[in-house]
């Protein structure tokens, strides 16, 4: 069976700082991995996915993940926050690549001025 | 402009009333996908439509019934639903099943509220 935990309901960071989102995946075969955004008020967009070539996979806004299959980990970092990247992050995985997506619950990222 | 546009955008129905929201996707894409989003848990994916056929249904209510006249529009009608019901319901399409090639592109949502 497939699912992801997010640790960390919600994460504050201050401005320039740091961010580090948590995923870990369950899976029985090698997965497909995604990180989702959602602004206030608005659906999901795609931040960045991984589906099996490089482990290190840049995303959009400066957010990049690395997949680490021996720690079955999927993090979400970008080196610097700025205020523009409050909002709620998804992880999500599939088994068979198809769109039917199982996702985390989220975790809510507040940037402090 | 997401490309995909969701109506209403916000809903406050009784547990007597029938209603419908409806999705429209100005993409091309010819999968498309509604997801419920409750707080504190993760989306729940509710149906799945491919070519205009239903290929997914996970264990859904049958007061929530969709319908996908063609590729471009999908709706959920509701009927007789339940406080629990209330929540964030998202639209999703994509070009194609493969979340390798086509990733998911969804609406801003309706926020349903039943009282």
């Known amino acids: 069976a497939q699912s992801v935990t997010q640790l960390g309901s919600h994460v504050s960071v201050s401005e320039g700082a740091l961010v580090l989102l948590r995923c870990n995946y369950s899976s029985s075969v090698p997965p497909y991995l995604f990180w989702y955004v959602q602004y206030p008020n608005q659906g999901l967009q795609l931040l960045l996915k991984?589906?099996?070539?490089?482990?290190l996979v840049k995303g959009i806004n400066g957010f990049e993940a690395e997949f680490k299959k021996s720690e079955t980990s999927f993090h979400l970092t970008k080196p610097s926050a700025h205020m523009s990247d409050a909002a709620e992050y998804f992880c999500?995985?599939?088994?068979?690549?198809?769109?039917?997506?199982?996702f985390g619950t989220g975790t809510r990222l507040t940037v402090i001025p | 402009e997401t490309g995909v546009t969701q109506t209403p955008r916000h809903l406050v129905m009784g547990m007597t009333n029938k209603k419908s929201l409806k999705c429209e996707q100005h993409?091309?894409?010819?999968?498309m996908y509604w997801y419920k989003q409750s707080a504190k848990k993760p989306l729940e994916l509710m149906f799945v439509?491919?070519?205009?056929?239903?290929?997914e249904n996970n264990s859904v209510p049958s007061r929530f019934s969709p319908e996908c006249p063609n590729s471009s529009h999908l709706f959920l009608h509701l009927h007789t639903l339940q406080p629990e019901d209330s929540a964030l319901y998202l639209c999703?399409?994509?070009?194609?099943?493969?979340?390798?090639?086509?990733?998911?592109?969804f609406g801003n949502g309706t926020r349903l509220t039943v009282t």
């Open positions: 999500a995985v599939s088994e068979t690549g198809a769109n039917n997506l199982f």
């Open positions: 439509y491919n070519f205009k056929e239903q290929t």
């Open positions: 993409l091309g894409h010819n999968a």
């Open positions: 991984y589906t099996s070539a490089a482990t």
């Open positions: 999703a399409s994509s070009r194609d099943r493969s979340s390798y090639n086509s990733p998911l592109h």
